[in-house]
């Protein structure tokens, strides 16, 4: 028969709850079981104290895993935007006559020569969500050359009720949130390209985002490719 412990010291957590559970018998028999009224006292006191000091460690350490998540947050979204930053560099120093000129004003070391490593990857796996705004997100996966810096990729649309592919995005990011949709349009066909600063990958298969085909203004996705539609978050 496991031998039970007369007092819990230890860990804290187990001897507080030990400590509270005994506030009360301490007290209600207190002359019963050989304690003065003032030692009952005492030890509801000292109790008590331990455990409002407890729990005003618990609110600390909660609010530090708070912090610390917000902190890695925003870590995460300083390390896309700086990603997105130069890459646009590396986009505009490629149009220019010495593009050392625009990474010296940058302070940025040019990136690697793109002619020695293979060509991007083809964005694919493509996903789709509408946000409650009526904006759609697209966002997808492409593998790229290991040790390639500097790849942005290029969102291309054509609307239902037009012919002409028109540029929408270039972004650092592997989604783009798509704003502009017009209403009446209907939906609209979307193809992906990736670029590292002039070397431009294969295009994306394109598909096309139909909307409130099912008569109750749900988003569905038509076409080609590995494509999935995700509830908005």
């Not at 912090?67 to 990603?83: G, H, I, Q, Y």
């Not at 293979?118 to 290991?146: D, H, M, Q, Y």
């Amino acid at each position: 028969m496991a031998k039970t412990k007369r007092i819990i010291r230890s860990p804290r957590g187990p001897a507080l709850n030990f400590a509270l559970q005994h506030v009360e018998p301490f007290d209600e028999h207190a002359l019963q079981v050989g304690l003065t009224t003032l030692q009952s006292d005492s030890y509801t006191a000292a109790v008590t104290k331990a455990n409002d000091a407890n729990q005003i460690v618990l609110n600390l350490k909660q609010q530090l895993k708070v912090a610390v998540a917000d902190a890695n947050a925003k870590f995460r979204e300083m390390s896309r935007e700086l990603t997105e930053c130069v890459n646009r560099i590396d986009l505009f120093a490629a149009t220019q006559a010495d593009p050392m000129v625009v990474y010296g004003l940058a302070e940025l070391s040019p990136p690697n020569d793109p002619a020695q490593m293979a060509e991007p990857g083809t964005p694919e796996s493509f996903t789709a969500s509408l946000n409650p705004s009526g904006s759609v997100r697209l966002a997808w996966k492409c593998k790229n050359p290991e040790g390639a810096d500097g790849t942005v990729y290029i969102v291309r649309r054509k609307l239902n009720n037009s012919s002409t592919w028109n540029q929408v995005a270039i972004t650092g990011r592997k989604f783009f949130v798509d704003e502009t949709i017009p209403s009446a349009s209907g939906g609209a066909q979307y193809k992906v390209q990736a670029q590292r600063v002039n070397v431009l990958g294969e295009e994306s298969a394109p598909f096309t985002l139909q909307f409130g085909i099912d008569g109750g203004g749900n988003l569905s996705i038509v076409g080609s490719g590995d494509l999935v539609l995700k509830a908005a978050a």
